[in-house]
């Protein structure tokens, strides 16, 4: 037996104290966000109606590399960091490989996800900001309850939109967030203007992610003390995010392991950015090389099948225009694809490291994602999310190669979160009626062709 | 800031190598159990048919102080522990109470509780004496979950009969367990003489948890290469889950802290029994003493309203009779009794060290306990079992009466699991609609009354 523990744990005061602001090392920078009106770059000011003023001077800062964690916020990291680095010595014996495999585990928490390292952020700062609540959109879930954990804590309103099928087929999820206080609207609601005028347009309409945006950006602006907040794809949340990598690479460090390859999955990039912050950090500064392996589903194949150009950021077109590789703001993964990671396009910062070849990106079939996940669960005990079995799939991939090649490389990868709220979707795979889909190029270029002309 | 963090992690070499058998302690040892048909002690062999003979032994054993375990399971044991003693700094801050408040967190593993502290060990002796697999039944499914994860692990066959009302209104736990590759059957299933004989004389019936222990028992003993095996309730259960009080103790001596008081929630007594192990065993001996409370339901109150008499251990009546603070086997908690624990009767180890006076007991109320459940999750980020939550409500009892007195008492308490599959009884609270049913004395009396007359 190795003397590397199956669980690389830090102590309570190695956890960072200040996030790792990647865009200070890029010498491309992400593309500014554009005003979808003029098309002109957005100044900071222009954000303040819509978020915090703190989290927007977060969004367009490109120079300072760290930035300080409020002590109240490494508090509440203390709950439930740091989280572990766990050595699959388990799945290395089932598999036969040569290969260390590293996952970083930011599952062991009631919002079952990473989510929450950035909504304990945007919270702290609502509250910093004397505001009395905060607005968002959620679809299956996972962020509204990381958000509402969040605001419970430090005794915000949070009015949480949910897509309307989800808040009637996942009922779980709403009645976490309602225990944790929030307020869950289906969407599209009678409560705001865009989702009066939605209902009159299309009756009985189940609701989208585009819709429920438009809902929470309108009740932000609308009342007094209130911001919208966000998940994933912005910049301030990868930098909330950098907790991870920096724990990651800080738990190598102390046992003086080198990673080869860092894989995670990749939706609107939070995860997967807030992972390889240090280390792709060291690449840009031309200090270590890693492989960097984005994995994302074929059936929404933003990175691999996408364009690199301006977008609207969501279906309404109300939000900032972002330049990203995207499918186009109209795409729709099929009805029949339960492996999360939908979103249309890819956090700025994710684009710009893809574009400029420090990352690769692979896309993987949602029955191989499944099969990856239950071989997972049997033998490391973990049922793991639909979203972080994407990266669980190449990581297996990978050590199977490395059992043909007889290379011992160090694998990590991120697994996100749990999958107890995922059931509908194990269940369609242990019942063998999941299938594959994957889009068309004519599907792809023509939301592509909807995208506006710029940049 | 004190010094004391907010987790208190052992390291992996800290998990125990031996379980604590407390009744090598005990004065007065748990009385035989008996056989149903001729009233008589049951000797070891006599349990051979139905569990695997190393358990049978373990139950059995009333004088060896430790048991080591073996390196197997302890492999096992660090996926997912030691598990941590977290410092509830901000439940005791949102009280307002000079009280010092621990909780040994055993719900970081996917099957959810600390079930599978006990299932890997009984996974590992049927592996060990050459069985095919496993049979067991479950209700909502949190036991179920814990095995199926353990036969994985050991590549043996798992066989589950679910209660049918939780097969159909719970499907997620079933999918976990299929995930796991555990054959789940609905009972009264058409699969077993019981089963068929229940479905002719009650069609359509809803199941219980007699009548899947009977199937379950029943699929054991007809098999060739199969033993039946179950969560609770049982001394070598208690053994097993001794692994939970261990830690507990050596996380709060290696900061030198000396609990006050001690607190878990009881229905077949596992966790509880576990829990306060080593504690109560300093208490034998003479060396120390804690005021040790065990909750119970209101609705469901076996220590605080029973009987010790001896009493049949399963409504179908096939299991042997054990001595044990009971309600009678016939006794039901209402329908309406949503927090788990309703076991009719208490494990004998539980029980003698109740008539003895080393435990004292409390019953608490379903709404009271939620109300708990909900004040602990905003504040401290964890969404509690049901069942846990009997020990929050009493842990946040006894903080409160510590504010009133001014006592900085260290109350420890057993946070069994996480809630995440018992949303329905949430969204019931959240709702309003959940009420409190407190069983009659006339009610106790009549199942009393079906006890067997022995010892």
Not at 60 to 73: A, L, Q
Not at 212 to 238: C, D, F, M, N, W
Not at 387 to 399: F, G, P
Not at 415 to 442: E, H, S
Request: charged share 20%; with cysteine.
């Amino acid at each position: 037996m190795s003397e590397i523990p199956y669980k690389i744990y830090l102590s309570e005061n190695e956890i960072p104290t200040a996030w790792y602001n990647v865009r200070a090392d890029m010498k491309n920078k992400p593309a500014p966000l554009l005003n979808p009106g003029t098309g002109e770059p957005l100044k900071t000011e222009d954000l303040y109606p819509i978020f915090c003023e703190e989290l927007c001077k977060q969004e367009m800062n490109n120079t300072d590399k760290w930035i300080d964690i409020p002590g109240e916020i490494v508090d509440f990291y203390k709950m439930y960091r740091p989280s572990p680095l766990v050595r699959a010595y388990c799945l290395e014996k089932a598999l036969g490989t040569p290969a260390h495999i590293y996952y970083k585990f930011e599952g062991n928490n009631t919002s079952g996800s990473h989510k929450l390292n950035s909504a304990i952020a945007q919270a702290y700062y609502a509250k910093k900001q004397g505001l009395k609540g905060v607005t968002t959109e959620t679809g299956a879930g996972q962020w509204g309850t990381a958000l509402s954990m969040s605001t419970a804590y430090f005794g915000l309103d949070c009015q949480v939109y949910m897509v309307k099928v989800s808040y009637e087929q996942k009922p779980f999820r709403r009645e976490v967030m309602r225990t944790y206080g929030a307020t869950v609207t289906p969407s599209p609601s009678m409560t705001t203007n865009v989702g009066r005028k939605i209902n009159e347009e299309f009756p009985g309409t189940d609701g989208s992610l585009g819709c429920a945006i438009s809902e929470a950006v309108e009740a932000a602006t609308s009342q007094e003390g209130y911001r919208y907040v966000l998940g994933s794809v912005l910049s301030q949340v990868l930098l909330h995010q950098s907790v991870i990598g920096l724990e990651a690479k800080a738990a190598l460090d102390k046992y003086g392991i080198k990673a080869d390859m860092i894989i995670g999955c990749a939706g609107g990039g939070s995860n997967l950015g807030g992972l390889i912050a240090p280390f792709v950090g060291e690449m840009l500064r031309g200090e270590a090389d890693y492989e960097i392996i984005a994995v994302e589903p074929a059936s929404c194949p933003s990175l691999t099948r996408g364009s690199y150009v301006y977008d609207f950021c969501d279906t309404g077109r109300v939000c900032p225009l972002a330049k990203m590789y995207t499918l186009g703001s109209d795409f729709m993964p099929a009805p029949n694809h339960a492996g999360g990671l939908r979103y249309h396009g890819m956090s700025s910062i994710v684009s710009q490291l893809y574009d400029d070849g420090y990352i690769k990106a692979r896309s993987v079939k949602q029955t191989d994602v499944f099969a990856a996940a239950e071989q997972f669960a049997r033998v490391e005990g973990i049922l793991p999310a639909p979203e972080s079995s994407h990266a669980i799939r190449v990581a297996i991939d990978e050590a199977l190669k490395c059992k043909e090649t007889g290379e011992a490389k160090n694998i990590v990868f991120g697994l996100t979160g749990t999958g107890y709220f995922d059931l509908v979707a194990y269940q369609k795979y242990n019942d063998g009626v999941m299938d594959d889909y994957i889009p068309t190029d004519d599907d792809i270029a023509a939301s592509l062709a909807k995208c506006p002309k710029l940049g």
